[in-house]
């Protein structure tokens, strides 16, 4: 059984690009959720996406947004980067309906400057 | 809106001790409640889930129990490790949210000494 990847581990971006983070869900698992997590905080939920839809968002502006594909896997793109961008962002796989909780990835470490 | 606490946000033990870490949540309308550990600069290794119709759940040396009506859980590990060193998260799972859009506490920095 494959975990949840995402790619790149880490970037260093310039503030006003613009950056795209993918995820590979668990095998068999149809739902991705994606979080970002500030130095020193918990996760805070930006959005989840179910059959290629995004299905809730927290509160994160427009510029951040997402797609899924057919086979599950996820982009997470943000525009007009801030400094206050700056995180890890983590990906969380998992099966709709079933409470049978989240799994994550390692996470890819976004430095804006 | 949810909350999620997390007391206390860091604690040192020397190695052996059984040790109690306290999550509570303001929202009682859950799916359930996992416990996460994260190493630094890693992503988030689940611990334990407890779904809501659930008291506690083990797995080896680790415990945790849910009581919804007041809102709390409690991770306790027994005979700690170095190896245990590490932050520790719960997250809860809100109905209102649907489903697997987690809610989380902003952790305990747990040290465990030789």
């Known amino acids: 059984e494959t975990g949840v990847t995402q790619s790149p581990t880490h970037l260093i971006k310039t503030r006003g690009q613009q950056v795209t983070l993918r995820c590979s869900s668990q095998s068999g698992h149809n739902t991705v959720s994606w979080y970002q997590q500030a130095l020193g905080q918990g996760p805070q939920f930006i959005f989840q996406y179910y059959r290629e839809e995004e299905n809730g968002r927290g509160n994160f502006p427009p510029r951040f947004s997402g797609l899924q594909f057919p086979n599950y896997s996820s982009e997470l793109n943000v525009n007009a980067l801030e400094l206050d961008d700056s995180a890890l962002y983590l990906c969380?796989?998992?099966?709709?309906?079933?409470?049978?909780?989240?799994?994550f990835g390692p996470g890819t470490r976004l430095t804006v400057t | 809106k949810q909350e999620v606490t997390q007391i206390p946000a860091a604690l040192s033990v020397p190695e052996g001790e059984n040790l109690v870490l306290n999550c509570s949540f303001t929202d009682s309308a859950i799916y359930n409640l996992q416990w996460f550990r994260q190493d630094p600069g890693k992503g988030l290794t689940s611990l334990l889930l407890?779904?809501?119709?659930?008291r506690e759940q083990t797995s080896g040396r680790l415990n945790a129990s849910l009581d919804k009506s007041s809102g709390r859980s409690t991770l306790y590990i027994a005979a700690s490790q170095p190896g245990d060193s590490a932050t520790y998260l719960c997250?809860?799972?809100?109905?209102?949210?649907?489903?697997?859009?987690?809610?989380f506490g902003t952790g305990t920095q747990l040290k465990v000494e030789l």
């Open positions: 997250a809860v799972d809100l109905i209102t949210g649907g489903g697997n859009k987690l809610t």
């Open positions: 969380a796989s998992s099966v709709s309906g079933t409470g049978l909780g989240q799994y």
């Open positions: 407890i779904q809501s119709s659930q």
